[in-house]
């Protein structure tokens, strides 16, 4: 822990609830998808002050396919708009932009978008914001698992060297800290899929707000609470 009054280092969002919001206003989900993403820039911003040093946010997983033909190129397209409006901005703000997740069903455009990004934000050491888009805690660790099963086949791991500090090594998240603090907003008190085994001791706080509502002050706020809490990890208190 880092931040100003010990708040959370590690900050990852579950951003819920786009679709809700615009049908409370009788509009097309993709319409909260864009008010949605608006959010994040102002989220973004105000984690110097927070100590947020890592943000992750989960902007699209791999059971999200099963949405309609629609709603999935619009988000699509939503990501690549995304990428080429903020890049100068993020890079101008010292933000470091990293992805997570399985790149393969993604397309050719997006992907180009994604590699400048975080070349283009590679060498700044502001906030580390992570998108995980096309991600899922499952795939991750299958993928992961899958190169390390290669290592042992090709000599390079032995099994007995196996432990819990392994794995991580393999995970898409391999350079950063595990989250301290893991929310979901929209109400919704579940974490689909999202940094299982990173969250093994993360806080969590399920709020009623929906995404394109959240903003710096409530996330404030959130970190403010996150310091009250006793974290323990297992032991007790001398
Ligand atoms: C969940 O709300 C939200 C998503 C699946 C997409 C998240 C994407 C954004 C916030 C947009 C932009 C992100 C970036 C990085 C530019 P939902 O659609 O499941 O809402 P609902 O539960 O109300 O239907």
Known sequence: MSGPDCGPRHVAIIMDGNGRWAQARGRPRLFGHH???????????????????????????????????????????????????????????????????????????????????ERETAENDGTHLTIALNYGSRDEVARAIRRLAQDVADGRLDPADVDEETLPRYLDTHVLPDPDLVIRTSGEARISNFLLWQSAYAEYEFIDTLWPDFTAEELAALCQSYGRRDRRFGAVKP
């Open 35 to 117: 008010a949605g993403a608006r959010r994040v820039r102002e989220v973004v911003e105000c984690c110097p002050a927070l100590g947020v040093k890592y943000l992750t946010i989960f902007a699209f997983s791999t059971e999200n396919w099963k949405r309609t033909q629609v709603e999935v190129a619009g988000l699509m397209s939503l990501f690549r708009r995304y990428i080429s409006k903020e890049m100068k901005a993020l890079a101008a703000k010292n933000v470091r932009v990293r992805f997570i997740g399985d790149r393969v069903r993604l397309d050719a455009k997006l992907i180009n978008l994604m590699d400048a990004l």
